[in-house]
């Protein structure tokens, strides 16, 4: 009776997940200042304290997984060990505490800066490919809602694609969508690579066509709210599928399979699309502008420079932090300003030791002939990359809550095609 009860109790939590990760996507903020929804009708909404309602919805959700891993560990797993767990717990106390009372920063500041270190440690998933395949869907097609949704505001405007500004792009239906030109830029490009990965490993035609009209629409959009990173994001993974590519006939002796060189045939027809489209882009015109103006970095080198100066220029704030908000645009720097350079070092030594003593993962993935993998790891880190290193995004709730999510979607679509050779 008890085993019974726990099943159904274990199912209904379940379900309360599936709800909660449809809101993940969601682009919704919630402002603590006045303790109502960010809803203004302007591309730049004005905020004090503003929190994406999928912050909630995800801290939920993978609560109710993590019940279900202590409720039935057979059905559901943790991401990492209990051990790693108590590792991640002590490295963010120890961050936390490093940067209130030793680097004097704020307590909002402490936890912004730590969390990503502390989640990582919490995140359970059901062990059932059908149960992840429920998840990845949801999420997937929630986005997708979203994104199409916002695509349709911007042309009902009726404004010709090439003359689309931040001011129509910023918008849906008429209400400024908040952080819409960093994080949520952002987050488009992980969904984008989502949706790519299931085009790759799909095997039904009718299902590839659907996820590779479902990547072209939603580059259309990163196209049109026009952020550089988007455009740096693309090339570096166009780019290493294309070395990826060129490995896989090395070591096939230029054959293909039926599967692959379809695959290939049907990527050809958006990038000749998206070809032809470039030169009318709000991100061509863009580019070009800054390149005219001399301004294609946005500053962001000048800002480097100044940041390592002002950082080696003072012993001993490097060592243990300034405490406040350092506007580098860049997470490692930023987390580096407020933290200091022993805990950050500290972090990541004590990571690379377990990455040592455990190598099974990266071991998988480099000496293993599946270019899918190597594509699909090496590429997510290169979002990963491009967004700390230029927008410092892993630092805000929203790109961080949407990026661990699709990590997971991606290890499990991997395993899966593992599993299944």
């Given amino acids: 009776m008890v085993c019974m009860y726990n099943s159904v109790f274990s199912s209904f939590l379940f379900f309360l997940t599936v ?11 919630f402002d603590l200042g006045n303790f109502f929804f960010v809803m203004q009708k302007t591309p730049f909404p004005t905020v004090n304290k503003a929190v994406p309602l999928g912050l909630f919805f995800f801290i939920l959700g993978f609560f109710f997984l993590f019940c279900n891993s202590l409720l039935k560990p057979r059905s559901y797993s943790r991401l990492v060990s209990s051990q790693v767990t108590i590792l991640l717990f002590f490295l963010f106390v120890l961050a936390l505490a490093w940067v209130k009372f030793i680097s004097q920063g704020s307590f909002v500041r402490a936890v912004q800066v730590t ?3 502390l989640l990582l440690g919490f995140l359970a ?72 990965v299931i085009f790759l490993i799909a095997k039904k035609r009718i299902k590839k066509i659907f996820f590779l009209a479902c990547y072209s629409f939603t580059m259309l959009l990163a196209f049109i709210i026009a952020r550089k990173a988007s455009l740096l994001e693309l090339f570096l993974y166009f780019s290493l599928g294309s070395l990826i590519f060129f ?9 293909v ?36 103006q001399d301004k294609f970095d946005e500053g962001r080198l000048d800002i480097y420079n100044k940041a390592l100066k002002e950082l080696f220029g003072d012993p001993i704030n490097l060592l243990v932090g300034h405490g406040g908000k350092s506007g580098y645009h860049n997470y490692i720097l930023d987390m580096v300003y407020t933290m200091g350079l022993f805990p950050f070092v500290l972090a990541v030594w004590l ?38 290193m230029v927008n410092a995004s892993i630092s805000q709730p ?4 949407n990026f661990l999510m699709c990590a997971l979607f991606i290890t499990f679509i991997l395993k899966e095609v593992k599993k299944n050779g």
Wanted: charged share 10%; aromatic share 18%.
């Fill in 398 to 401: 929203y790109y961080l809550i």
């Fill in 247 to 255: 490995k896989y006939l090395l070591v096939n002796n230029f054959r």
């Fill in 125 to 196: 998933y059901p062990t059932s490919f059908k149960k992840q395949k429920i998840l990845i869907y949801v999420a997937v097609f929630s986005s997708l809602i979203f994104f199409i949704l916002h695509l349709i505001s911007i042309f009902a405007k009726g404004i010709p694609i090439s003359e689309i500004t931040e001011y129509e792009s910023g918008l849906f239906f008429s209400y400024g969508v908040y952080q819409a030109f960093v994080s949520y830029s952002g987050v488009i490009g992980l969904y984008a690579f989502l949706y790519l």
């Fill in 351 to 388: 990571m690379m030791i377990y990455v040592i003593i455990k190598p099974r993962v990266s071991t998988e993935i480099f000496n293993n002939n599946n270019s899918l993998m190597l594509f699909a790891v090496m590429g997510y880190l290169g979002l990963f990359l491009v967004q700390t």
């Fill in 19 to 29: 709800v909660c990760i449809a809101f993940v996507p969601w682009p919704i903020f």
């Fill in 115 to 117: 969390i990503p270190i």
């Fill in 257 to 292: 399979t039926r599967n692959v060189a379809q695959t290939i045939l049907l990527l050809i027809l958006p990038v000749a699309f998206f070809c032809k489209l470039l030169p009318n882009t709000p991100i061509f015109s863009r580019i070009s502008r800054s390149v005219q």
